[in-house]
């Protein structure tokens, strides 16, 4: 077995986001030394690692001085080529490995994946061209949604088709390019499961968390989840099915769809800590970042387990205009906790951050962190109303 990675050496991050800066702060804390390799000039996890390599991920040159320099890498975004993590793997530990990266960054391959290994997940017909879109209308009728291959997050490469006459306008709004078409769900509630495995095949679980959407961007997220025994158990045993197919190593998260009917469809897998598991910085034994670096680097898992009920509240560009949030505000709020990924351009949709209340029950915190959010522009609210009354 491969020695473990130890306080002193040196953790790589491929991702320059808010992921890497805090799993760089949980490293940091723990004595690794981290450095950093992204495209970004001044990206939020390069200002906790001791070192950045600022290049493409297709720069060979950069890579190859970046991975001498490193004793085991992993990710904080999905979306880097994988072409370059073949040779990379030869060199060093890559966790997880590539072909999970391989697998999940096209959603056709990540679907016949999960038919392969008889995981339940929406009917799905695999869409090369318009011809083929049309056809296939009569096995996926619609309401039915057609989503890019590749790339595509937070509602991004996505189209609803309500009727077979959509169908042309949907495949250009995709840029018409491979596509899958998948039944449109029944919603009844969205959920996710961290899951994460070590190097010797054990793996602890957090989760089910239950996550509501606004504009398809994470807008709050609760757990523990308020769902049957059955539902939770069957979240887990796919969640451990998935980490096993993989042989992962590292941490996912596997997201779901949850019927009004009550089946269970997995939805996506991400190859990396989530946005619905920042809650575990403050409500769980192991937070996902620690528990990340644990398994990466070779170490025994933390405990999963939730410590308190908790919410979550993205914390969008949208608050910063017409003017930035009154942080004063939380002081109201004292079970709940404030991070700021330090971004320094507030757009609308971009998670700047995030807020977590901690509380007896889940329902209490969700009040709360949706309160603790609303107050941070009702200085705003009061102006525009008063301005409306004059």
Same mark, same amino acid.
């Given at each position: ?44 996890a390069a200002h ?121 306008? $949907? ?68 969640? $451990? ?71 979550? $509240? ?20 004292p079970a709940t ?14 998670k700047m951050g ?37």
């Amino acid at each position: 077995m491969t020695p473990p990675i130890v306080p002193g050496q040196t953790i790589g991050i491929l991702g320059g986001g808010q992921l890497g800066r805090m799993l760089a702060m949980v490293a940091r804390r723990s004595g690794y030394r981290v450095h950093v390799f992204t495209p970004e000039s001044d990206g939020p996890a390069a200002h906790f690692a001791q070192q950045t390599t600022h290049a493409d991920y297709l720069d060979r040159d950069a890579l190859l001085q970046f991975v001498n320099q490193v004793d085991v890498l992993t990710f904080e975004f999905e979306n880097v080529p994988t072409e370059p993590l073949r040779w990379i793997a030869d060199r060093l530990p890559i966790r997880p490995s590539p072909r999970v990266f391989e697998t999940v960054q096209n959603r056709t391959s990540e679907k016949l994946f999960l038919a392969g290994a008889g995981i339940p997940c929406p009917s799905f017909r695999i869409i090369p061209d318009l011809a083929t879109l049309r056809a296939e209308l009569v096995n996926v009728p619609p309401p039915c949604v057609l989503k890019t291959s590749d790339g595509g997050y937070d509602g991004k490469g996505q189209a609803i088709i309500r009727s077979a006459a959509d169908a042309e306008q $949907a495949w250009n709004a995709i840029g018409a390019q491979p596509a899958t078409l998948e039944q449109f769900v029944d919603l009844q509630t969205e959920l996710s499961v961290l899951v994460a495995r070590d190097c010797r095949g054990r793996i602890e679980f957090f989760g089910p968390i239950e996550n509501h959407h606004t504009r398809h961007i994470l807008d709050v997220s609760r757990a523990p989840a308020a769902l049957t025994v059955h539902v939770t158990a069957s979240a887990l045993d796919m969640a $451990a099915e998935i980490a096993e197919q993989f042989d992962l190593i590292g941490l996912i998260c596997v997201e779901y769809f949850l019927t009004t009917a009550g089946a269970l469809l997995v939805n996506e897998i991400a190859p990396r800590p989530h946005n619905s598991g920042h809650l575990t910085i403050e409500a769980a034994v192991t937070s996902q970042f620690e528990q990340q670096l644990r398994a990466i680097c070779g170490l025994p898992l933390g405990a999963f387990a939730q410590r308190t009920p908790a919410a979550m $509240a993205n914390l969008l560009g949208d608050l910063w205009h017409p003017r930035p949030p009154r942080w004063e505000a939380l002081a109201e709020f004292p079970a709940t906790y404030l991070h700021l990924y330090d971004k320094h351009e507030p757009r609308p949709g971009r998670k700047m951050g995030h807020l977590t209340a901690c509380a007896a029950d889940t329902v209490t915190a969700l009040e709360t962190v949706v309160l603790a959010r609303k107050a941070l522009t009702a200085h705003i609210e009061s102006e525009t109303s008063c301005s409306s009354k004059s």
